[in-house]
Structure formats: structure tokens, C-alpha cells
């Protein structure tokens, strides 16, 4: 068979394809596999020449072309070349799977960066549009955080936030209580007219979290918060500011 790919390279190419780059795809397919005939390993023979034809190739165009060769060819191995093809389109479409996989986590991860900012304070800044997916995952990475790093105050800035309904609101009111429950106080933050309008409907207990006009009044209550319940950390600040006058 060899001798039959090689001899009607030119015509089978012609046959196959007119375009050039695909050409040179099933040039390389068809040299291929005239070396690899009759090889145990086929498969791992024909493996790059069939990732570089099946990224380029459409389903159809590689089924009308294996008919053709099957056709032109004595003793194609039809089923051989299928089988190859199945299976690294499998592997293919794996890799592809975890790469998105491993997009997603990364992009998990940028949604909702909990940032510890202090000793014992966290910072989660959330922007853009929350859905019911995303606040529970960003409720479940907080409570992690506020658990391993024993945060006294976690400070929760909605500024970037557009609107929240009333299932993301009620995800909320969770977190607020669950990360009371770990005994770190609540600070909620940049709080828009449309978003306060869904607490209070929520019916949100404000004994339970404390609200800040800004970022910046949120840090400072923050500060102080954790010096009133760490005194030697409160005689150092006063020492920091002698020092300074």
C-alpha cells in the first residue's frame, strides 16, 4: 500500500482537496500513514498527523475523504484510521474540557477575590452582576478564608454591584450569619438605593452586620475594631502616633 499512496500522492491530494493548507495536511496524513501500514501502533504513528488534519478538516470533508481512499486505495485500513481518529478526538476533546475547566477556576478566582488587607480584616470587593451560582460559590470561598485566617472583621463591598434580586439577597443574609456564626463581625458597604430597597424587603437583621457609607469608613471602623479587641496592638498604634508628634 505503500507504494500506492506514494506513486498517486499528487492525484489523491488533487482528489481530496484544493486548497493548499489542507493539502499539506493530507499530504502529511497520507506519507504517514504509508510509513506507519501495518504498524501495531498506528494509532501513536498516524497521532500528530491526525491532530493537525482534524483541526483543520470538518467532519464531513474527513468521512467523504476517507470513503475516496478507501475507494482508490487496495487495503485502506478504513477501520484502522477510524479508530485512531475516534480516539484522538477523545483525548482532544478532554484536554479541551480541562483547559475550560481550568479557565473557569481562574475566572472563579477573579470574580471573588477575598483579599486580607489586615491582620485579622478581609476585603471582598464583588463587581459586576451576581447570579444564584456565583454568590453561593463566593459565600463558600469566604467562609474558607474567614475560618483559615480567623478574620475578627470581613468587610463586603457591593459597589461594583449593579442590583441584586431577591435569591442573590437571601445568599447574602446566609453569609452574613454564617460568618457571624465564626465570630467575625460583618461590614457591608457601598450599599446602592436599588440594593438597600432588597435587604430591607429581605427583612436583612442589621444587629447582625454593620453598614458603612464608603470603603474608607468601613477600613477605619475596621482598624479600630481590632485594636479595641487586641490591646497590644492598640498600645503600639498609640506609641506609632507619639512617636510621630
Given amino acids: 500500500m505503500k507504494e500506492k499512496i506514494i506513486s498517486n500522492l ?15 495536511k493530507w499530504e502529511d496524513f497520507l506519507v504517514c500513514l504509508a510509513e506507519a501500514y501495518g504498524s ?5 504513528k498516524l497521532r500528530k498527523a491526525l491532530v493537525n488534519l482534524l483541526q483543520y478538516v470538518d467532519e ?5 475523504g476517507m470513503e475516496f481512499l478507501d475507494r482508490k486505495i487496495d487495503n485502506f485500513p478504513v477501520m484502522d484510521v477510524l479508530k485512531a ?12 474540557e480541562a483547559s475550560i475547566k481550568e ?8 470574580a471573588t477575590p477575598v483579599i486580607r488587607i489586615w491582620k485579622d480584616i478581609l476585603l471582598l470587593p464583588l463587581i459586576g452582576s451576581l447570579d444564584s451560582d456565583r454568590a453561593q460559590s463566593m459565600a463558600e470561598k469566604l467562609l474558607d478564608y474567614t475560618a483559615n485566617t480567623r478574620a475578627k472583621v470581613v468587610i463586603i463591598d457591593v459597589t461594583g454591584v449593579p442590583m441584586i434580586d431577591t435569591i442573590v439577597g437571601g445568599f447574602l443574609i446566609e453569609m452574613f450569619n454564617a460568618v457571624k456564626l465564626l465570630g467575625s463581625d460583618v461590614v457591608l458597604t457601598g450599599i446602592k438605593p436599588e440594593i438597600a430597597h432588597t435587604l430591607v424587603k429581605l427583612g436583612v437583621d442589621f444587629n447582625m452586620v454593620t453598614i458603612k457609607r464608603d470603603l474608607e469608613s468601613s477600613l477605619k471602623y475596621a482598624i ?9 496592638s492598640k498600645r503600639s498604634r498609640k506609641r506609632g502616633i507619639s512617636d510621630e508628634e
Avoid: A, C, F, H
Avoid at 481518529?85 to 476533546?93: F, K
Avoid at 479557565?103 to 477573579?110: A, G, I, R, V, Y
Fill in 60 to 64: 464531513n470533508s474527513l468521512i467523504k
Fill in 85 to 96: 481518529m475516534i480516539g484522538i478526538t477523545g483525548e482532544i476533546r478532554r484536554e479541551k
Fill in 10 to 24: 499528487e492525484m489523491l491530494l488533487g482528489e481530496l482537496t484544493q486548497e493548499d493548507d489542507y493539502k499539506e
Fill in 224 to 232: 479600630d475594631k481590632t485594636s479595641e479587641s487586641n490591646p497590644t
Fill in 103 to 110: 479557565l473557569k477556576d481562574m475566572l472563579s478566582e477573579l
Fill in 40 to 44: 501495531v501502533n498506528l494509532k501513536e
